[in-house]
């Protein structure tokens, strides 16, 4: 079983996850924002990925340490359960309708960070949370995992859906790119990832 363990403190959060990568898609997720916890909800029954998380934080301040430190620790978990990457398909995508939006996520396990995020709107709120965190989020989440991230929102209206849509979205997508194919070796011509 492809599994981790992480814990994260600092002077703003704390952050305690455990996941497995070859789970059901089972989870119990407790965070100081009502809509992350929805969120962390969705990403982990749409991956199938099992999920433990305790996130707390100085949400009496700002959304965003606990937002982006829940990506960071999210990202990590992930990496730490691939281990070495051997025998995945390394790649995954998947394109999301949600009512009016339709979300696309592209992903590549290289163990190299970069990130595209494009189509969402800027400087609204969506449950008294600023909507740019998401964005810190994924970029949050595309450092710590060291991975290729690309989302794009082709279009919608409602954040609500934009929001979930690409959570499942990008889990829909990940679910595909950690999958184990028939091949033990790594997925590369390089010899590692």
């Known amino acids: 079983m492809r599994r981790a363990e992480v814990k994260r403190e600092t002077k703003e959060t704390q952050v305690e996850l455990s996941i497995n990568l070859d789970g059901s898609g089972r989870y119990s997720v407790e965070t100081d924002i009502p809509f992350l916890t929805h969120m962390v909800e969705l990403f982990s ?30 990202g990590e978990g992930i990496r730490r359960a691939l281990g070495e990457k051997r025998g995945i398909n390394r790649y995954g995508f998947f394109t999301l309708p949600m009512d009016e939006t339709l979300i696309s996520s592209a992903v590549d ?15 609204k709120t969506l449950m008294g949370i600023e909507f740019d965190l998401f964005r810190e989020f994924w970029k949050s ?8 991230l690309h989302i794009t929102c082709h ?21 595909m790119a950690v999958s184990l194919t028939n091949n033990d070796s790594v997925p590369s011509t390089k010899g590692v990832l």
């Open 155 to 175: 279009y919608g209206l409602n954040l609500h859906h934009m929001a979930e849509g690409t959570f499942k979205c990008v889990a829909r997508a990940l679910k």
């Open 141 to 148: 989440f595309t450092n710590s995992l060291m991975c290729n």
């Open 45 to 74: 029954r749409h991956s199938s990925f099992d999920v433990e998380l305790k996130a707390e934080g100085d949400v009496e301040v700002d959304h965003h340490h606990l937002i982006e430190d829940v990506g960071i620790v999210l």
């Open 109 to 123: 396990l290289s163990g190299r960070p970069f990130f595209v995020y494009r189509g969402f709107p800027e400087f």
